[in-house]
C-alpha cells in the first residue's frame, strides 16, 4: 500500500516522509504538489493507494476543493484521507468533517511525530 502525500512544499512532503520512515513506517510514498497532480496520479495508480495526506492551503486547487472531488468518485472515495494542515481552527474541522463524514483524521501543523503517526497507523497496512 502506497501514501500520497498532497501538499504544495516540497519541503513538507520531504518532512512528512522523513518523519513517517524514522517513525518505522515502510510504505512507499507518492508525492504530488498540486490538487490536479495527485488526481493525474490518482486516476493511474489508485489501486496501488490505501492512504492520502492533505494538505489545505494550495494554489489553484486547495486540499478541501481535492477533497471534495475525490468523494463523489465511487473507486477512490474509500481511500482514506488525513489532512496535515495549518488550518487548525474547529471551524475549518468541521467544514472538512462536512465535506467527508469519513474522514481519517486531522493534524495540524507544526506537529509532534509520535501523535502524526498515532493518527495515521489504524490505516497502515
Keep these: 500500500m502506497k501514501i500520497l502525500i498532497i501538499d504544495d512544499s516540497d519541503l513538507e512532503r520531504e518532512l512528512l516522509t522523513e518523519v513517517l520512515k524514522g517513525s518505522g513506517v515502510k510504505n512507499e510514498f507518492l508525492h504530488a504538489k498540486s490538487g490536479e497532480?495527485?488526481?493525474?496520479?490518482?486516476?493511474?495508480?489508485?489501486?496501488?493507494?490505501?492512504?492520502?495526506?492533505?494538505?489545505?492551503?494550495?494554489?489553484?486547487?486547495?486540499?478541501?476543493?481535492?477533497?471534495?472531488?475525490?468523494?463523489?468518485?465511487p473507486a477512490v472515495s474509500a481511500i482514506p484521507i488525513i489532512m496535515v494542515t495549518a488550518s487548525g481552527t474547529e471551524e475549518n474541522k468541521k467544514k472538512a468533517?462536512?465535506?467527508?463524514?469519513?474522514?481519517?483524521?486531522?493534524?495540524?501543523?507544526?506537529?509532534?511525530?509520535?501523535?502524526?503517526?498515532?493518527?495515521?497507523?489504524?490505516?497502515?497496512?
Design 37 to 73: 497532480e495527485a488526481i493525474q496520479i490518482l486516476g493511474t495508480k489508485f489501486k496501488e493507494i490505501g492512504l492520502i495526506l492533505l494538505d489545505w492551503q494550495m494554489p489553484e486547487m486547495s486540499g478541501m476543493e481535492f477533497m471534495e472531488g475525490v468523494v463523489k468518485v
Design 97 to 125: 468533517h462536512d465535506v467527508n463524514p469519513h474522514l481519517g483524521g486531522y493534524v495540524v501543523k507544526p506537529y509532534d511525530p509520535e501523535s502524526l503517526v498515532k493518527v495515521i497507523q489504524p490505516f497502515l497496512k
